[in-house]
């Protein structure tokens, strides 16, 4: 189980040099919550690279793949038609289904990967049982650290005071 500690500020500049000290003292900063959007935050949480891109085009050319065969086969073998001279498989005719389907596909690939890296829908989360969390809607700033793993709880919670944190508490 992941134990996180979340130390509590009331000024966006306090949390942001905090957080810069603590990953300095090699802490991981896991989230930064607050009333507004804090520049500057962006540099200690999230900001890497994600596959969603990749698993968007992986799943358009899937699902264009898909429907181009289905309609190939339907027009060769299921149920042949010769109708004005054409070949049986006309590719360029069948492009604009594939084209559509590949693009709803991608869209809807994108859609689930989205879901499934950020966990959501989540209805609980146990940051909102966090004694104060309801205030980082109004006017508080909450730092989710996670300790490094050579240190015990305590021992990390104390270097964190010396640091100049005051209001620490565990999470899980």
């Known amino acids: 189980m992941t134990r996180l500690l979340v130390v509590d500020f009331g000024e966006p500049g306090a949390v942001l040099e905090f957080a810069r000290r ?13 009333p507004f959007p804090v520049e500057g935050a962006g540099e200690f949480v999230g900001g890497g690279p994600t596959a969603l891109r990749v698993h968007m085009f992986i799943g358009g050319v899937a699902v264009a793949a898909l ?3 289905v309609e190939a086969w339907s027009a060769t073998s ?21 084209f559509t389907v590949g693009i709803f596909g991608a869209a809807l690939t994108g859609f689930i990967s989205l879901l499934i890296q950020t966990g959501l ?17 109004q006017d508080r700033f909450l730092l989710a650290l ?6 015990t709880q305590a021992e990390a919670k104390k270097r964190l005071e010396d640091m100049g944190a005051s ?6």
């Open 22 to 34: 603590a990953r300095k003292a090699h802490y991981e900063v896991i989230d930064i919550y607050s």
């Open 67 to 69: 429907a181009y065969g």
């Open 78 to 98: 299921n149920y042949p038609i010769i109708s004005g001279g054409r070949p049986l498989d006309s590719w360029p005719a069948f492009m604009p289904f594939p």
């Open 121 to 137: 829908p989540r209805l609980h989360h146990p940051i909102f049982a966090h004694e104060g969390f309801e205030r980082t809607t």
């Open 146 to 151: 996670k300790p490094p793993a050579a240190m």
């Open 167 to 172: 209001n620490i508490r565990d999470m899980e």
